[in-house]
């Protein structure tokens, strides 16, 4: 009989997709995933520290499921961003959990659970995320989302994201390529690229950047819808902008957060750019692409 496990998550787009590649890494390896906690022989739970309502919620969780643990045995794993910023306070807190890890490991969770079964387990260093030829269990058929950066260099000022997901990170052109070619043939119709900042793709690289990136999926692809998120209004540019102008399956929508019209706020959150440089960015993208 296969092992069962249910899987909850909490928090943003990455998350979501991070539980993907969760359940293709556990399916991989003989899991069942079930939905019902009572049937269940590990409770995952994916966590987010940027909404303070999500931190709240798992505690909460947390506490529902002690009463599970008392009825069998099953296995509590706590991941994710809340598990990469708490780490073994979580035991502290909720001592019936089993394992705790962090941003970087979810495609060891396997071994995780299995190492868990004779003695808590807490795996938060932070060396490299490397997703080449994990699984991904996808939660829609027509759509999915492909990662193309991880972590975060910014460091606004109120943002935890860099100090939980780690620096900035941009995956290789061809690894894309090929996770994407493989969507495609599955089926999929639209590619949602997925990061902290897009825009910044390939930083530091002449050869490779974002707009260079969505010409060519576009140019690859060319029966599947392209979308992103999340752009950076520092990073956002008029080659971008002529990038999705130029290419007709990319889709002219862009989420560009203001987070505030103040320049004295802006400075103060350390967000890289003033009120009217955003106000012509947003210029520049509706005068080159039409319906933006």
């Not at 739970?45 to 999500?54: D, F, G, K, Q």
């Not at 961003?81 to 035991?91: H, S, W, Y």
């Not at 793709?201 to 990136?213: H, I, K, N, Q, T």
């Not at 560009?256 to 440089?277: E, F, H, I, W």
């Amino acid at each position: 009989m296969s092992k069962k496990y249910s899987l909850i998550t909490f928090g943003c787009q990455m998350n979501q997709h991070d539980a993907e590649r969760i359940s293709g890494v556990l399916e991989a390896c003989g899991w069942e995933q079930s939905a019902m906690l009572e049937d269940s022989d590990a409770v995952i739970i994916l966590t987010c520290c940027v909404r303070e309502s999500a931190e709240q919620r798992l505690y909460g969780r947390l506490a529902a499921l002690k009463s599970l643990k008392g009825q069998k045995s099953v296995l509590i794993a706590v991941g994710g961003c809340l598990a990469q910023k708490e780490g073994e306070r979580i035991f502290e807190t909720a001592p019936h959990v089993d394992a705790v890890f962090g941003t970087h490991k979810y495609p060891d969770i396997s071994e995780i659970l299995t190492r868990a079964k004779d003695g808590r387990v807490c795996s938060l260093v932070m060396n490299g995320l490397h997703i080449a030829g994990v699984p991904c269990k996808r939660r829609q058929h027509f759509r999915a989302w492909v990662a193309i950066t991880h972590g975060c260099s910014n460091y606004c000022s109120y943002c935890v994201v860099p100090f939980v997901r780690g620096s900035e990170e941009s995956r290789p052109f061809h690894e894309i390529i090929e996770e994407i070619e493989m969507h495609v043939a599955e089926g999929v119709k639209e590619i949602n690229l997925l990061g902290q900042n897009v825009n910044s793709y390939g930083r530091g690289e002449r050869d490779v950047s974002f707009a260079y990136l969505l010409r060519e999926i576009g140019k690859r692809f060319p029966e599947a819808w392209i979308r992103f998120m999340t752009s950076h209004p520092k990073d956002f540019n008029q080659e971008i902008a002529h990038a999705i102008a130029d290419t007709p399956n990319v889709c002219e929508y862009v989420h560009l957060p203001l987070q505030a019209g103040s320049d004295k706020v802006l400075k103060g959150m350390n967000r890289g750019y003033t009120a009217n440089d955003y106000l012509e960015k947003v210029h520049i993208l509706r005068d080159l692409v039409k319906n933006a």
